[in-house]
């Protein structure tokens, strides 16, 4: 058996743990060797004790619950796409040859456009590491490194690379906290940070627009200015105001609101009720 293949077989493997979690109820979730693991591990235990509401074991199961979402997000991750070799991403040989051509080439070849680009190509040629021949591309293990680590920021705004460790070695035996310090570079971090910052933001944004807007279509004025009395129920003002937000201009914004909408009409129990 290859090397390859015994870690084909550690990732179905994980793949297959991380499915079974999360189709428990919480209760045998709880009880689950997925999140023993993950919560009682020795390197994952200064996150967990940070502060009270991570000692709980309501918020390690929904870390535990990312964790396992995170795999099957990068189940179908290409390795080769994600991980090119150095020889595939080397420019230099293309620039070495053209200057060597002589006169010959045609004028495009010395323009400056051509020449800046072929330089850019040269000094950065991949937006994705490069790895060696010999060593295994495992770009399914950056993708989960990198997605349970924006998951995690969004959720506690820091990025635990213990956690990322512990959780990354269900699928790779072989990863150190130098591996994860190698992917989630000092760049990489500040990308994932500011990534959910923004995202946050947009969300507490479009909550407070739906609330405002639940606020203006609960009202109905009568000319004279006074109020009178609305007889729609719950539900057909839910309908009503996510009639007004499909007829937004900006889709984005229309269907982030309804989205967030939908989600509160959820948690208060509110079924939307078209009317006639």
Partial sequence: MTVLDTENRQLSFA???AREFLSMHPREQAASEWFRYLHEDRDSRSFFSGDPLRRTTAF????????ARAYLDCANVS????????????ASALEAEIEA???????????SEFRGSL?????????????TAGRL??????EFVLRLAESLCAMTSTIPTKLLMVATVLGWEETSDRTIREILTKETREAITARTAANRKAVIASENEAYNLINRVSVNTNSAGGSAADGRSDGEKFADALRLLETLTDRTASTV????????????????VPRD
């Fill in 15 to 17: 793949l297959e743990r």
């Fill in 60 to 67: 390690g199961l929904v870390v535990a619950a990312h964790v």
């Fill in 79 to 90: 390795e080769i796409e994600l991980a090119p070799t150095g020889r595939q991403v080397r």
């Fill in 101 to 111: 051509a002589g006169p010959w080439l045609i004028a495009d070849a010395d323009s």
């Fill in 119 to 131: 330089r850019r190509l040269r000094v950065n040629p991949s937006r994705l590491e490069a790895r």
């Fill in 137 to 142: 591309p495992l770009g399914k293990r950056r």
């Fill in 257 to 272: 609101m309804i989205d967030a909408l939908a989600g509160f009409a959820v948690e208060f129990g509110v079924e939307r």
